[in-house]
């Protein structure tokens, strides 16, 4: 798995994680980053919509494509 990959599963089971959070559980499953690298796959996974970034937390970002059908669907 790449580094995006790491981090990505890091937050899906932390759900809400800082930085430091998401170090210490990489660090705990065997997966070594850098700070860098740890920065530098956060800013992506943000760019690419998902991540949403809070108060210095991390989450997964909701999707929102079923909310939009949904309306579409039954907006009369």
Do not use: C, H, P
């Not at 899906?12 to 705990?28: C, G, M, N, T, V």
């Not at 499953?29 to 937390?57: H, P």
């Amino acid at each position: 798995m790449d580094t995006k990959g790491w981090v990505l599963r890091a937050v899906e089971k932390l759900r809400f994680a800082s930085e430091k959070d998401i170090q210490r559980w990489l660090d705990e499953e065997g997966e070594t980053l850098s700070r860098e690298e740890l920065k530098k796959a956060l800013e992506f996974l943000l760019r690419e919509q998902k991540l949403e970034l809070k108060s210095d937390l991390y989450r997964i970002k909701n999707k929102e494509g079923g909310k939009d059908a949904f309306s579409k669907l039954f907006n009369d």
